[in-house]
């Protein structure tokens, strides 16, 4: 089911179709504008401003280093786990030998 969700950027107001469920959706929208916030407030009271495209693209880099980060930490935690059950395993293994 779509459903349309509304966004304020840059003082102008956005509406989208979103496929998933609506909380998801406004979810997604409010961080997204909590980020944009985050980088916008970086640069106001800098010498070097940025335009609202450089504010997105940093906005998108952001996000994309942390998703990135976050699929790191979690392929680590997964090769941990992992590796922990192999040596739990073998330890019982040992135990019923």
Request: hydrophobic share 40%.
């Amino acid at each position: 089911m779509e459903h349309l969700v509304k966004i304020e950027l840059f003082g102008k107001h956005y509406t989208f179709k979103a496929e998933t469920d609506a909380l998801h959706a406004t979810e997604v929208a409010d961080f997204l504008v909590q980020e944009v916030s985050k980088i916008e407030s970086q640069f106001n009271n800098s010498p070097t401003s940025l335009n609202q495209l450089g504010i997105m693209i940093m906005t998108a880099l952001d996000i994309a280093s942390n998703n990135i980060e976050i699929k790191k930490n979690h392929s680590d935690f997964l090769c941990e786990i992992s590796e922990k059950s192999a040596n739990m395993i073998r330890l019982l293994d040992n135990c019923l030998m």
